[in-house]
Structure formats: structure tokens, C-alpha cells
């Protein structure tokens, strides 16, 4: 017997299931979805954030003469403290990605391998959003 995972409309307009939703509310984070044209750094240390930084540097370098889109760094890059005290990473695309494009990116720049296994997982499962971070609540 298989179940329908049932999924829910969360603030942020992106479709998600019961047990994501449960977890963003026990660890008091909001989720943050991904669309098409954003990549998504779940970056775990120091010298993982270096190496990502130097893997964009790289695959700016590369621009348009080797067919790798130009990711928008300049306004479009957002560094942010994650709850655990990691950094989360943001970068607007000049072109819109199919998922399995921004998932191996995201791997190929340094993002949590373990994140990229389970948003492959969401992938595979059917998940109307599988590419997400949990970021902190903004505090008033």
C-alpha cells in the first residue's frame, strides 16, 4: 500500500510536505525555497566557504565562451548566517536551471553534501519543492 504525501501552502508560496513543515516549526526556522533561476550553498565551514567562493570565481571565469550561464554574483549573491552558525548562500542565475542542473552546482560548489543527497531524495520522491533552506526567524 503506498500513501500520497498530502502537501501544505507555506508562507513563503512554496508547496512542501507535513514533515518539513513540522520541522521548520520545532526548530523555529522559516523554509526558503528555490525556484528556477536561484542556487542554494548550505556552506558547513570556513574552508568550505572559501573553496566556494574560489568554485564561483571559477565558473564566472568561464562566462559564456565555454556555454556555462554567467551566475549573477554582484547583487545577486546573499551570504546569511544559518541557525547552527554555518552560512547559507544565494546566487541569482541570468538563465532558469531544471533542478538536477542547480543540485549539481550546488554540489559542484561546495554546498552540504548531505543537503544535496536528501534534495536529491525530494527529487526522486516527486516533491513539488525539494531545493530549500530552513533560515532563521527574523527577530523584532
Not at 498530502?6 to 525555497?33: F, R
Not at 565551514?45 to 551566475?71: F, K, P, T
Not at 544559518?82 to 542547480?102: F, I, P
Request: aromatic residues 4%.
Amino acid at each position: 500500500m503506498t500513501t500520497k504525501a498530502v502537501y501544505y501552502k507555506t508562507p513563503a508560496g512554496c508547496l512542501t510536505d507535513g514533515w518539513m513543515l513540522a520541522q521548520a516549526e520545532k526548530l523555529n526556522v522559516v523554509i526558503e525555497p528555490a525556484d528556477d533561476f536561484t542556487l542554494q550553498l548550505d556552506i558547513d565551514s570556513d574552508e568550505a566557504y572559501d573553496q566556494a567562493l574560489m568554485n564561483i570565481e571559477l565558473l564566472m571565469s568561464l562566462g559564456r565562451e565555454h556555454a556555462v550561464m554567467d551566475l549573477l554574483v554582484g547583487e545577486s549573491m546573499m551570504v546569511r548566517r544559518s541557525k547552527g552558525g554555518n552560512r547559507h548562500v544565494t546566487l541569482g542565475l541570468r538563465q532558469a536551471l531544471s533542478v538536477y542542473e542547480r543540485l549539481a552546482l550546488q554540489a559542484i560548489l561546495g554546498s552540504d553534501p548531505s543537503r544535496e543527497l536528501l534534495s536529491m531524495a525530494g527529487i526522486r520522491a516527486g516533491k513539488d519543492q525539494p531545493i530549500v533552506l530552513f533560515r532563521p526567524k527574523e527577530t523584532t
